[in-house]
């Protein structure tokens, strides 16, 4: 296990990378590292674990050598387990194990709260724990999943825009914003649509 391999998934903002050790057809384990950490983080431990699994480090966005958010978007905790669920979905991951580190631990405990059949096993080392208030825990873990897949949704559907004639454009406008004039629509689009070759 101390041969590796280097793994890149694409993201909206440039891709996240990871590092994996054992065959891909092992028991999947994804490993969370700490903060301002990297995989490399599991160097030295992946090679004492058990043989058999397909052990994925990864970077968050932001450490290592995945890409950075771009300039001026804060790093949420959130976008980290949305990070998570990029991953496995890239890896094609229904059910695997789970090992955080620190602030991986929580970025993995989290997914656990709001991704409970995904996960067989969670491991955390060092890490705090999770706080909720027990009251708002059903309604919170709802919204932040709904966030999540819409999210993920969207970005699986992402295509090229389509180009309209400036007259289509105002026409489409019109029809998603029926409170609008055409003389209203038309001000819009002369900062919200851009002339290109095709249209």
């Excluded at 489409?172 to 001000?187: K, V, W």
Aim: proline share 7%; glycine share 10%; aromatic share 10%.
């Amino acid at each position: 296990l101390g041969m590796f391999s280097e793994l890149k998934f694409p993201v909206p903002w440039g891709h996240i990378a990871a590092k994996a050790w054992g065959p891909s057809e092992g028991r999947p384990v994804l490993c969370l590292h700490g903060w301002l950490d990297n995989a490399n983080t599991f160097d030295k431990l992946i090679p004492l674990l058990p043989r058999g699994c397909y052990y994925v480090a990864m970077d968050f966005s932001g450490h290592g050598l995945s890409s950075h958010r771009p300039a001026g978007s804060p790093y949420h905790f959130l976008d980290y387990v949305s990070d998570v669920r990029r991953v496995a979905a890239a890896l094609q991951w229904r059910r695997f194990t789970l090992m955080g580190h620190s602030m991986g631990g929580a970025v993995a405990g989290m997914f656990c709260f709001l991704y409970p059949e995904m996960v067989d096993k969670l491991i955390l080392l060092e890490n705090l724990g999770f706080l909720l208030a027990p009251e708002d825990t059903e309604a919170w873990l709802k919204s932040k999943r709904m966030v999540i897949d819409r999210l993920l949704s969207l970005e699986a559907k992402q295509q090229t825009p389509k180009a309209r004639s400036p007259k289509a454009a105002l026409q489409r406008l019109l029809e998603a914003n029926r409170h609008l004039t055409a003389e209203g629509g038309a001000i819009l689009l002369q900062r919200g649509a851009t002339e290109t070759p095709t249209g």
